[in-house]
């Protein structure tokens, strides 16, 4: 593959000569930190170039790109490898860097860099910018760290590939093992409350929860404070592992894994933490402010932490808001949120619920909440064996309407308010034919 970006870069910098460049990016971390790669790499060269960061690359969208980007060059990160054949309509030249599933065969006017073209092992968009940064000037590998944060994004960091061990080489990162508890560099409480990764029962969203376990466990404040996840001492940290095994479904090798730490305005932070700011700024909306921020602007930064902090309050206050409001029926947990919880992190509410402790293996999770003159509604199994949820959503939308997507341990549909009544009808028989079926 490094023949091919050398090739490929080569080919780039031909077309780029008179031209305007235009970066067209997912709006993830991964597709965050590989525009961001990208741009800092054209600053560099002193190019000319626009960002646009996109929730999905539609076919509507691509067609437009003829008239308003007539002569530009067009540089796909993240995306693009689902739709080649829309791609190859383009009439400007086409780099796509991604690491999709390929669908359709790029045309003459395209240059692709994907793994899957050379067989190659798993890599992030971020990575392969990174690659295609690093081959176009050699000083781009103080980029190194952001193709990390987008590596840990699209949780790639489970089994290190060769070449994701090589970018980690380069951006300096600092490994250590530990529970895949973030922050891991700021006071251990706060990591606790805050523990969205995976629901620790009693503990998530629970101030007076965390200082119970951590007296459990002998943990106390130093010089006024707690200490940091990585500051801890191996007997404090087994101590606190065994604690945390106890209140979740999740088994030890699920919950410890590699730290990283990276540098990012001049500091040791953990690209997890990162990785999350990055996601959920784009996610609310703020994709531009999760760009800047990995472009080092110190104001995006503040803002982004605001837009953070409010963002992790919201959804342990909405957890908390889903255990005093949850109908338990056979076999399933209902939430209904209504205007109580934002339809942005619904989702993730019906996420961490399922990965309680407290509900058996294979209970059906549904959470509903508003979302303008719809519902959004998000559908989860706890642990592995569970009925098909998209199955039942599917069935459910089939006699009311609305649309429906998702696979079968996770789903989610969007309905009419005024279908909420005939929905939550339809839903809750649909849940109790199912079990008698069973
Ligand atoms: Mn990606």
Redesign the pocket.
């Known amino acids: 593959m490094q023949k091919a970006i050398e090739i490929a870069v080569n080919k780039f910098l031909e077309k780029i000569q008179d031209k305007k460049i235009k970066i067209i990016s ?1 709006h ?1 971390t ?2 965050i930190t ?1 525009a961001a790669i990208f741009a800092k790499t054209l600053k560099r060269i002193d190019k000319e170039f626009s960002v646009k960061i996109v929730k999905n690359l539609e076919r509507e969208y691509i067609e437009t790109l003829n008239e308003k980007s007539k002569g530009e060059v067009l540089v796909f990160l ?1 995306l693009g490898s689902g739709c080649l054949s829309e791609l190859n309509k383009l009439k400007t030249n086409v780099f796509v860097i ?3 599933e390929i669908s359709g065969k790029p045309d003459n006017n395209m240059v692709i860099i994907n793994p899957h073209l050379f067989n190659e092992e798993e890599i ?3 990575g392969l910018t990174y690659l295609f940064s690093k081959a176009i000037d050699g000083g781009n590998k103080t980029l190194a760290n952001l193709a990390v944060i ?1 590596m840990v ?2 949780m790639l960091d489970k089994e290190l590939s060769k070449l994701n061990n090589k970018i980690l080489k380069d951006a300096d990162v600092l490994v250590k093992k530990g529970p895949l508890l973030y922050p891991a560099t700021r006071p251990i409480h706060k990591t606790l409350e805050f523990s969205s990764s995976f629901f620790i029962q009693g503990v998530t969203g629970n101030s007076k929860g965390v200082l119970n376990l951590l007296q459990e466990v002998g943990i106390k404040k130093e010089n006024g404070t707690y200490k940091s996840l990585i500051e801890l001492d191996q007997e404090e940290l087994s101590k606190l592992i065994t604690a945390i095994l106890l209140r979740t479904t999740k088994s030890s090798g699920e919950i410890i894994g590699n730290i990283y730490l990276v540098k990012f305005f001049n500091r040791l932070e953990d690209a997890r933490e990162l990785s999350a700011m990055i996601n959920a700024c784009s996610r609310l909306g703020h994709s531009s402010i999760a760009l800047s921020l990995c472009l080092d602007n110190k104001k995006a930064r503040k803002i982004a932490e605001t837009i953070y902090a409010d963002y992790k309050q919201n959804l342990v206050s909405a957890l908390n808001f889903a255990e005093q409001n949850k109908i338990e029926g056979t076999g399933y947990v209902l939430v209904n949120a209504k205007d109580k919880i934002k339809d942005t992190i619904i989702g993730t509410v019906a996420s961490i619920l399922s990965m309680s402790r407290k509900y058996e293996e294979g209970t059906t999770i549904v959470t509903m909440s508003y979302d303008n003159e719809k519902i959004k509604v998000s559908a989860r199994v706890v642990g592995r064996n569970g009925r098909n949820v998209r199955e039942i959503l599917g069935s459910v939308i089939e006699k009311i309407g609305g649309e429906y997507g998702g696979h079968a341990s996770a789903a989610g549909c969007l309905i009419p308010k005024d279908k909420e009544k005939q929905f939550l009808d339809t839903l809750t028989k649909t849940l109790e034919l199912e079990v008698v079926k069973i």
């Open positions: 997912h993830d991964d597709g590989s993240d991604d690491h999709h992030s968009a971020s987008g994004g699209d």
